[in-house]
Nanobody
Framework: QLQLVESGGGLVQPGGSLRLSCVVS???????IGWFRQAPGKEREGVSC????????YYKDSVKGRFTISRDTAQNTVYLQMNSLKPEDAAVYYC?????????????????????WGQGTQVTVSS
């Protein structure tokens, strides 16, 4: 299993931006790395994923055009840049990793496909 550590959460006003970071203990090529979120009383949902094989990405419809996932393999870090934040984006954000990347990406970034998880970072969007 991989170890993952998230950071970058916090309180931001609606319309603001945050960048989340996920440091991964190692970056195997055949892994997918994903960002997920869970709000109180709701199920955990996939926000965005990136394939270690080819860098292909997935975004949940509600974040397309506002969030960007990227990776820095030299730093073993995956980022989630979140712009134009809305109150409904507020949640605990988790990063996760698993393989094989191809199958995981084809299933559109579902939490059940991921076995290694970070501890989460809180994002609050409020004025």
């Amino acid at each position: 299993q991989l170890q993952l550590v998230e950071s970058g959460g916090g309180l931001v006003q609606p319309g603001g931006s945050l960048r989340l970071s996920c440091v991964v203990s190692r970056f195997p090529v055949d892994y997918a790395i994903g960002w997920f979120r869970q709000a109180p009383g709701k199920e955990r949902e996939g926000v965005s994923c990136i394939s270690g094989l080819d860098g292909s990405t997935y975004y949940k419809d509600s974040v397309k055009g506002r969030f960007t996932i990227s990776r820095d393999t030299a730093q073993n870090t995956v980022y989630l840049q979140m712009n134009s934040l809305k109150p409904e984006d507020a949640a605990v954000y988790y990063c996760a990793a698993d393989y094989p990347a191809g199958a995981i990406m084809s299933r559109l970034c579902v939490p059940e496909d991921f076995g290694s998880w970070g501890q989460g970072t809180q994002v609050t969007v409020s004025s």
